[in-house]
């Protein structure tokens, strides 16, 4: 089979099977309102974090304050207090106060919708960005994290040893139509089938097209 067509096939496979499953946090949170400040603080605050730690976290920080003129209203022991226990919140903290700060001076208060603006807020990377772009903005980008990155190496979809390098190369290669649910999709299978170790591959819907790249030991 064509790698195209394959591709193809993988995604709607995934978009009728990972249904039974819950979405990542991002996208719960993005679904309940698409505001691109509160995907990106709920994105700064999943990194290192689980799902259901992300989304207790946010909801407790959003109803406190949801836009950066009410966060700068906030000292840090303030927001470390609403966010924890998420992963280095002390770090986080710090983090939301900056770019809240930056957000007011340089862009109106509001959340730029280009990646190089976005990379240049603290805490964010191409991950954080382009998910911004995807689930704030609605824009066409490719969010790579490790789910992606692993299970897109997996599928021989890409030859890649860095997230970046994924991007680009599935750029080249997913239909634009994909883009933005290309990230949903395979964390959910990542986070529930394809694990980092012994992947469900006996209960994987999309077994028989996955070549189990770098997989040595399966259940």
Known sequence: MKKEKRIETIVNILKQELQKFES???TILARKKRDPFRVLIS??????TKDKTTISASKKLFAVAAS???ILKLNRKEIEKLIYPVGFYHRKAEQILKISEILITDYNGKVPDKINDLLGLPG???KTANLVLNE???KLAICVDTHV???SNRLNLVKTSKP???EFALQKILPKKHWIVLNTLLVTLGQNICTPVSPKCSCCPIEKYCPRIGVDKHR
């Open 24 to 26: 990542p946090a991002i």
């Open 43 to 48: 994105t700064i605050l999943s990194l290192r």
């Open 68 to 70: 950066p003129k009410k």
């Open 124 to 126: 964010v990377g191409r």
């Open 136 to 138: 704030g903005f609605g």
């Open 149 to 151: 990155h692993r299970i």
């Open 164 to 166: 970046e390098e994924t």
